[in-house]
């Protein structure tokens, strides 16, 4: 079973900066894409941003030129660095990770959900 473990998130006023980490561990023999999705009170989960085993990103509209998504292959880790925050990222933040087991095929596996709350 793939775990992804999540790091960061909390409070910060607009304007501000925050970095989330995910970390995947298990038994991976390679990963397709590792992303960030993020769910806001009442409304659906959504893509933030993504990353392929190529260096391939995309992202969301709305945080294009303020969010930077970047992995560490080597450590199995997503990061998503997010500057220049507006109350509307206020969110809880998923990670998010599809790639192969050895043994077990396909997986697709999220991490916990982290709060990040941006205040004006």
């Known amino acids: 079973q793939v775990q992804l473990v999540v790091s960061g998130g909390g409070l910060v006023q607009s304007g501000g900066s925050l970095r989330l980490s995910c970390a995947a561990s298990g038994s991976i023999s390679s990963i397709d894409a590792m992303g960030w999705y993020r769910q806001a009170p009442g409304k659906q989960r959504e893509l933030v941003a993504t990353?392929?085993?190529?260096?391939?990103?995309n992202y969301v509209e709305s945080v294009k030129g303020r969010f930077t998504i970047s992995r560490d292959n080597a450590k199995i880790t997503v990061y998503l660095q997010m500057n220049s925050l507006k109350p509307e990222d206020t969110a809880v933040y998923y990670c998010n990770a599809k790639g192969r087991q050895s043994n077990f095929g396909r997986f697709e596996s999220w991490g916990q959900g982290t709060q990040v709350t941006v205040s004006s």
């Open positions: 990353i392929t085993s190529g260096g391939n990103t």
